[in-house]
């Protein structure tokens, strides 16, 4: 049990594109799902806090209007990134915490690894 | 603030030796959790352990235990017997009661490489 669904594992597009992640929480709900970006040799960076029904919550220097995030139910988040460059290639990773559940270990996806040429 | 410092950066055994992974943490809530996930080199991130801060037993699993020393606010991993599939880099984690619950601070991360 508690699965979570990334899609896609692997994408390259060019400079300009906006691309969108896909998390899924395929045997549980998920109130709450996060978004991390991991640069290559590098730890998990928080990105984002996804909240079903509600904005997201962004670390500090996040931008919003470059990543959308949008939680629309409760096992899907997606994230966005718009006018997509060299600069956003990395490892993003989506994690969900089962409703009602706080301080119980996040369930990963297995990532995405996005490279802009 | 919470903090977490994986103060090895990459750690090389042979086969079969123990090796422990150290993970020291900063936080001033008294209600906290600690945690321990593995990341082979496919990218995954695979959960090992959860710790509340109010339980400093010890835990064993396997060929993995677990050190929690509240007094040097510390939650340290010994792998014994490494095997080569114990190649990765492992993260000590920390989520704080009092931020609402959900947001989970990473450490640096350890590369582990064991040689056969």
């Known amino acids: 049990g508690a699965v979570v669904s990334q899609h896609p594992s692997w994408v390259i597009c060019k400079s300009g594109t906006s691309v969108k992640i896909e998390c899924r929480s395929l045997?549980?709900?998920?109130?709450?799902m996060f978004w991390y970006r991991q640069f290559p040799k590098q730890s998990l960076m928080l990105m984002a806090t996804?909240?079903?029904?509600?904005?997201?919550?962004?670390e500090q220097g996040v931008e919003k209007d470059k990543f959308l995030i949008n939680h629309a139910s409760l096992t899907l988040s997606t994230l966005t990134v718009t006018s997509a460059h060299p600069e956003d290639s990395s490892f993003y990773i989506c994690?969900?915490?089962?409703?009602?559940?706080?301080?119980?270990?996040?369930?990963f996806g297995d990532g995405t690894r996005l490279s802009i040429l | 603030a919470q903090k977490v410092t994986q103060a090895q950066t990459e750690i090389s055994v042979v086969e079969k030796e123990d090796v422990t992974l150290d993970c020291v943490y900063e936080?001033?809530?008294?209600?906290?959790?600690l945690f321990w996930y593995k990341q082979p080199p496919s990218g995954e991130l695979v959960f090992l352990i959860r710790?509340?801060?109010?339980?400093?037993q010890n835990e064993i699993s396997g060929r993995y235990s677990w050190n929690f020393q509240k007094s040097t606010s510390s939650f340290n991993f010994t792998i014994t017997a490494s095997q080569v599939v114990d190649s990765a880099v492992y993260f000590c984690?920390?989520?704080?009661?009092?931020?609402?619950?959900?947001?989970?601070?990473f450490g640096a991360g350890t590369r582990l490489f064991v040689k056969a």
């Open positions: 996804s909240n079903e029904g509600s904005k997201a919550t962004y």
């Open positions: 994690s969900a915490q089962r409703s009602g559940s706080r301080h119980q270990p996040q369930h």
């Open positions: 710790r509340n801060s109010f339980d400093e």
């Open positions: 045997d549980f709900q998920a109130t709450t």
């Open positions: 936080t001033r809530d008294t209600t906290y959790y």
């Open positions: 984690a920390l989520s704080e009661a009092n931020t609402g619950g959900f947001k989970t601070i």
